[in-house]
T-cell receptor, first 116, second 113 residues
């Protein structure tokens, strides 16, 4: 069975600090996808990134970067120079390729508060 | 391009009643998935529809059902509502099934009294 663990539940930082959100996953599949979503107070989940299990390259998008390490089954997300607008709940999710279905298994989420 | 829309946004029902929630996917998207979000259980997968067929189902009782129409719009129904059904119900659409990127709607907030 697949599982996603986000051990951090709440993180509070001061604006301009860097912050890393941890994600550890479990799956028996060799082919799978990992995702990060952001949920602002409005409630809508906003897609941030998708990474397949065969691509371990780190990715950077502006102030966001992701570190995927299969050896430790981790897919961590770093926000550089955080801003107040980054305050939200962040979810890591896993989707297995078997059955070609779209089911996402989510972690419990990390509430990030960025203080001015 | 219009995003995923869900109606209604807010709903209040009483125990024992039934409810129908609607989801209109992004134009051209053929897959619709439903998720339930509660403070205790987090985000949980309900089911996925693709081309009017249910492709996958989560671990929910039979009171939860859904369907998809030929225009890809989807509805989910919950019968005999229980207090524990109070949640945010999110719909996600994607172009195809499998690993396609999923786009979420704003959700329907259901309160059962």
């Amino acid at each position: 069975a697949q599982k996603v663990t986000q051990a951090q539940t709440e993180i509070s930082v001061v604006e301009k600090e860097d912050v890393t959100l941890d994600c550890v996953y479990e799956t028996r599949d060799t082919t799978y996808y990992l995702f990060w979503y952001k949920q602002p107070p409005s409630g809508e989940l906003v897609f941030l990134i998708r990474r397949n299990s065969f691509d371990e390259q780190n990715e950077i998008s502006g102030r966001y970067s992701w570190n995927f390490q299969k050896s430790t089954s981790s897919f961590n997300f770093t926000i550089t120079a955080s801003q107040v607008v980054d305050s939200a709940v962040y979810f890591c999710a896993l989707s297995e390729a078997a059955g070609a279905n779209s089911k996402l298994t989510f972690g419990k989420g990390i509430t990030l508060s960025v203080r001015p | 391009k219009a995003g995923v829309t869900q109606t209604p946004r807010y709903l209040i029902k009483t125990r024992g009643q039934q409810v129908t929630l609607s989801c209109s996917p992004i134009s051209g998207h053929r897959s619709v998935s439903w998720y339930q979000q509660t403070p205790g259980q987090g985000l949980q997968f309900l089911f996925e529809y693709f081309s009017e067929t249910q492709r996958n189902k989560g671990n929910f009782p039979g009171r939860f059902s859904g369907r998809q129409f030929s225009n890809s719009r989807s509805e989910m129904n919950v019968s005999t509502l229980e207090l524990g059904d109070s949640a945010l119900y999110l719909c996600a659409s994607s172009i195809g099934t499998g690993m396609s990127e999923q786009f979420f709607g704003p959700g329907t907030r259901l309160t059962v009294l």
